[in-house]
């Protein structure tokens, strides 16, 4: 078996609220950088650099990964991408993971290609799912995803909602002149078809930072525009569910909507995540663009104890916690759809 690559870049600082986190327990997949969308903060206009088709993990990597990763103290998984939709073996993919015990495993998705995978996913052992829907403004949404149709996209959503899934949630990057004025009628539409919708700030990530914060509709005028709707006071986090805070509905409904401040708060503290990218390099941050390289080994067959070892040298590379916002210049150079969003 070939040595282990770890590929570090700059100082490894160690965080004051590390106690607090001894082990990642959840990992982001991010099985291809392929996507069939090209969202205007997520990717860049022009040219852009792609994972070599040799260099992309099959089922068996994966699976092989993920269950070192679990033996090392990873508890919940979700898959991501580029678009995961488009990994060819994704519903084998989802039956050999959800075969190794896991408390979560999870899906983020542009929605486009679900009407007709939502159901075999779930028979395949998916538990949850995340659509993106920027707009329900056809135009609005071709224009934020660069050609994405919103008829399949809601159809895919309306799948979703009708499989069975424990919990469907939506995202939507809010953005200043595009879609900020629907935020009422996004929560509406999600809410009617029994699930979450949530709005995220637009993180300064590759494109995001590109954009630049004139772009950017921060979570507390997010809040503003929904007051109406939520309850008052801070909401609250979910417990083992990242970084998003969630209100309630003021009709005691029960209904929730979440936002997620990944600009202008921070959300390192008490982050339990690790990434790996759609080449097989382990990742302790979003905002890294450092990490341990285990594609090729992978594919070699690597062992259970090499893969915890790596985990175990990815993780010592997490952030300080004093990141807010994207601040990290390494940020800047992120590619979301390779490092799995
Ligand atoms: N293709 C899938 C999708 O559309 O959901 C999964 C990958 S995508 C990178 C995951 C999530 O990251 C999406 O909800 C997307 O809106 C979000 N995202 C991408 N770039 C972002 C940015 N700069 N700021 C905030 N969210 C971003």
Same mark, same amino acid.
């Given at each position: ?24 327990? !959840? ?5 291809? $950088?392929?996507?069939?969308? /090209? ?5 860049? !206009?022009?040219?852009? =650099? ?10 068996? &990597? ?17 898959? #991501? ?22 408390? $979560?495993?999870?899906?983020? =998705? ?29 135009? =609005? %949404? ?29 995202? #939507? ?21 029994? /699930? ?24 507390? &005028? ?32 029960? @209904?929730?909507?979440? %936002?997620?401040?990944? !600009?202008?708060?921070? %959300? ?40 915890? !070892? &790596?985990?175990?040298? &990815? ?6 916690? /004093?990141?807010?916002?994207? #601040? ?8 979301? @759809?390779? #490092?799995?969003?």
């Amino acid at each position: 078996m070939s040595a282990l690559l770890p590929v570090f870049r700059g100082e490894v600082s160690r965080a004051p609220w590390r106690a607090e986190v001894v082990a990642p327990r !959840a990992v982001r997949l991010s099985v291809t $950088d392929r996507c069939d969308m /090209a969202c205007v903060y997520c990717r860049p !206009a022009g040219s852009e =650099t792609w994972v070599s088709p040799r260099d992309r993990l099959d089922v068996d &990597a994966w699976t092989s990964l993920v269950a070192a990763l679990t033996a090392g103290g990873i508890r919940r998984v979700r898959i #991501t991408g580029g678009e995961p939709l488009l990994y060819r073996d994704l519903v084998h993919l989802v039956e050999r993971l959800a075969t190794l015990g896991l408390d $979560d495993l999870a899906l983020t =998705t542009n929605g486009a290609r679900l009407g007709s995978m939502a159901r075999s996913l779930r028979a395949a052992g998916l538990r949850r799912v995340n659509v993106s829907l920027d707009s329900l403004d056809a135009p =609005t %949404f071709a224009r934020m995803t660069r050609g994405g149709d919103l008829t399949r996209v809601r159809r895919g959503l309306d799948a979703a909602c009708a499989a069975g899934f424990d919990e469907v949630k939506t995202n #939507t990057v809010v953005l200043r002149g595009e879609n900020d004025g629907e935020l009422d009628a996004i929560t509406q539409h999600v809410w009617s078809r029994g /699930a979450t919708p949530r709005f995220l700030e637009l993180m300064g990530v590759g494109e995001g930072r590109v954009l630049g914060e004139g772009a950017r509709v921060s979570s507390a &005028a997010q809040r503003a525009a929904l007051a109406h709707l939520l309850d008052d006071g801070d909401g609250a986090r979910e417990a083992e569910r990242g970084p998003a805070v969630y209100l309630r509905a003021r009709d005691g409904s029960g @209904r929730r909507v979440g %936002f997620i401040a990944g !600009a202008t708060e921070t %959300f390192c503290e008490g982050c339990d995540r690790l990434r790996v990218t759609s080449d097989g390099v382990l990742r302790s941050c979003l905002a890294r663009t450092s990490g341990v390289a285990v594609g090729a080994v992978l594919r070699e067959g690597a062992e259970g104890d090499a893969l915890r !070892a &790596a985990m175990r040298v &990815a993780w010592s590379d997490k952030p300080d916690g /004093a990141w807010r916002g994207c #601040t990290e210049e390494s940020a800047a150079s992120v590619s979301m @759809r390779a #490092t799995g969003g």
